[in-house]
């Protein structure tokens, strides 16, 4: 009987989702998000030297992960009985747009939760229900997290700057999703809603793979949100650990920046040009390199028994249009590796790497003083935020 109750409410958020798409108001959180992958994929096309990756892709992956967000989320609101006054859910969003006006990234509803709901304890206005809040805080990181582990690092962007150790690469990674999520909403009398949440993705990988990189990303963010849910759901029978949970949100969540960025400046830098050959950065999708199995990090030593040290070696190796084509790397272990390619390479130009060394027209300028790692994530991290919660 349970389980027949269960599968009732999975059937009823899905079917309330799902009715979203008959709604103006979702399609115009679509244009804006297509707007910011048309953004990164003109970047994309500069840097890549005009590959710039599959728009619609990106846009039908983030709708699809965002329908499974809602549906997660949803879940979770009705089991930890989560019931929103408008009022409260208005509070929140204004503190949230004011901070905005700070910084893009306190647009995140962990500062608004955490801030509002201090106002509230110390002055009673606005009179706000601050466990109901900050659950609604804490389930929606929490399923960003899981989102960030499903999608995070698609259609991640290869990049290039300039640092006191010579031009490096790195990836940036840059994801949106619109968030449909059916919740209990009060007002005057109670009833289910569907309402629409935009959660955004913006981080750098210098020292790390992008794969990895996110991993660290969604171990903090899950941790910091069991941690939100748990404290909100604590402070409802207990009043003091409304102030603990007012404070932890927007502590909690600069910790999880401060950690991110720690991690970059003080990290050893994974992509820099290597003297034993071609350092790989990025292979393009159905590219003879992603073929052959070369990844980020390989290095390439030899290209038929040719040593090569630089792009132009490459090149020449290409142009005199081999029959076959056999690449000896080092690979992420730096073990060293044989690749073969059987298919056919007439008149084949590239084989669809991004190499470290190549892009020295797009580099970042490193001159500031608060250092070329920490300008560049507050880059990223700004444009995702804009789009966070």
Known sequence: MEMYIIFHIIYFFIYNIVQIFKSPFYWIIIGIIAYQYGKIAKWKKLALEGYGGSYLCNIFTSMMTGLLGGI????????????????????????????????????????????????????????????????????????????????????????????????????????????????????????????????????????????????????????????????AQVSIMQYKFRYVVAIFAPLGH???????????????????????????????????????????????????????????????????????LSIRALNREMELVSKEYRGHIYGIQDLGVVLIPDVHAYAFNSTSSRGAISELMDRFRSKGNWFRN
């Not at 600069?254 to 970059?264: D, F, K, L, S």
Request: contains cysteine; aromatic residues 10%; glycine residues 10%.
């Open 72 to 231: 997660m989320g949803s879940v979770m609101f009705v089991h930890l009985g989560t019931i929103i006054d408008l009022r409260d859910l208005y509070a929140l969003i204004i503190m949230a747009i004011l901070l905005s006006l700070i910084d893009p990234r306190y647009m995140c509803f962990a500062y608004g939760g955490g801030i509002i709901s201090l106002i509230s304890l110390k002055f009673g206005y606005p009179h706000i229900d601050i466990p109901q809040i900050m659950t609604v805080v804490g389930v929606l990181h929490l399923v960003e997290s899981i989102m960030i582990l499903i999608d995070g690092t698609r259609g991640r962007l290869p990049i290039f700057m300039d640092s006191p150790e010579g031009l490096i690469g790195g990836f940036s990674m840059n994801r949106f999703w619109p968030v449909p999520l059916v919740m209990f909403i009060n007002k005057g009398s109670i009833y289910p809603a569907t309402i629409m949440a935009i959660l955004g993705y913006g981080d750098i990988a210098l020292t790390d793979y992008p794969e990895r990189k996110s991993i660290l990303t969604v171990i903090m963010l899950f941790l910091f949100s069991i941690l939100v849910i748990v404290f």
């Open 254 to 324: 600069e910790t999880v920046v401060a950690i991110g960025r720690w991690v970059e400046e003080r990290g050893n830098l994974k992509f820099k040009p290597s003297d034993m050959g071609l350092k790989v950065l990025d292979t393009l999708p159905d590219s003879i390199a992603r073929k052959m199995g070369l990844e980020s990090g390989d290095i390439i030593v030899s290209i038929n028994g040719n040593r090569v040290y630089h792009e132009k070696h490459l090149k020449n190796a290409l142009d005199i249009g081999p029959s076959s």
